[in-house]
């Protein structure tokens, strides 16, 4: 994820900003059954993490092998090949069999849709997107509408045609990019508003040079997290710490599911943080979810 990114962080606040003013009443309005237990999905951008092997991917798997061992892993991806081409139902096939019932896929919706055309025009795509997703069944998550930086908000009459007429049986998640959505305080939260109105998650980005695009403000009970490291430094550690007390404070408060997903440069340090980020949420919590681990390698050959 380069949106954001800076190579000098040395006048980043990476504190985490207080919650939106309206988060604690949108929650309360969509709480749970007591007895519900909150879902807790984490991963990646990609599962062809070559890095891994020999590590956390046995060392000599076929390409074609990747994301069954990604998903032993991980119980979630930001699923961005769906960004460039909508799959056939072959491939979602492929997909959905090769995880187990519990992984979730969160694809990103086609740039031929959210860039290209930005979202004028694009009914016909939209359906066929919908369509081939859903074949993930009970494995689909949230698809995640990510709209360019150049989507301001004069197009904001479009916008709310689009999710109004998007598909009910695909969950979404928005992600807004440009700086004029966050600047007037009266026109950010009315946006914030009808999103939750629509029953449409809204994206919290973490990454140091857009400290903006972090409100805080849920829309739904899902939490819908991408955040961007910088190897391991101290911060990194200090932000996973800050997360796990957040989302715990917002469990309580009757959210229902966390999609969490990292971005780092080097892939094999997105394990390192992950395993954690889950400790710290585990202590908090009490939930359990299975951290990413380094698998015991086969040997080749003996002496003996």
């Known amino acids: 994820m380069d949106f954001g990114r800076l190579s000098d962080l040395r006048y980043v606040d990476f504190r985490l900003p207080p919650d939106h003013p309206d988060t604690a009443a949108a929650l309360a309005r969509a709480s749970a059954p007591a007895a519900a237990t909150p879902s807790i999905y984490i991963g990646c951008p990609i599962w062809t993490n070559k890095a891994w092997l020999g590590s956390y991917f046995p060392a000599g798997i076929k390409d074609a092998d990747y994301l069954h061992h990604y998903a032993r892993q991980f119980n979630s991806i930001e699923l961005n090949t769906t960004h460039y ?86 969950p979404m998640a928005v992600e807004l990019r440009h700086p004029a959505w966050f600047a007037d305080v009266r026109l950010r939260d009315s946006v914030f508003a009808m999103l939750e109105a629509l029953g449409k998650t809204l994206v919290l980005t973490d990454v140091a040079g857009r400290r903006d695009v972090l409100h805080q403000r849920l829309t739904t009970p899902v939490a819908f997290i991408r955040f961007n490291g910088h190897g391991l430094i101290a911060s990194d550690y200090a932000r996973a710490t800050a997360w796990a007390e957040r989302i715990a404070g917002w469990l309580q408060a009757g959210l229902h599911t966390v999609y969490f997903f990292i971005h780092q440069k080097d892939i094999m340090h997105s394990p390192v943080w992950a395993q954690f980020f889950l400790e710290k949420l585990h202590a908090l919590t009490g939930l359990e979810v299975a951290p990413p681990r380094i698998i015991p390698q086969p040997v080749q050959g003996s002496l003996f």
């Open 85 to 170: 081409r909508i799959p056939d139902a072959p491939t979602v096939r492929k997909w959905r069999d090769a995880v187990p019932s519990h992984f979730r896929f969160c694809p990103k919706m086609p740039q031929s849709i959210s860039h290209d055309r930005e979202l004028y025009n694009a009914d016909e795509l939209t359906t066929t997107f919908c369509r081939s997703i859903s074949g993930l069944d009970e494995r689909l998550g949230h698809a995640f509408l990510q709209l360019p930086p150049t989507f301001g908000p004069e197009h904001l009459p479009r916008l709310e045609r689009y999710l109004l007429d998007f598909p009910d049986y695909v």
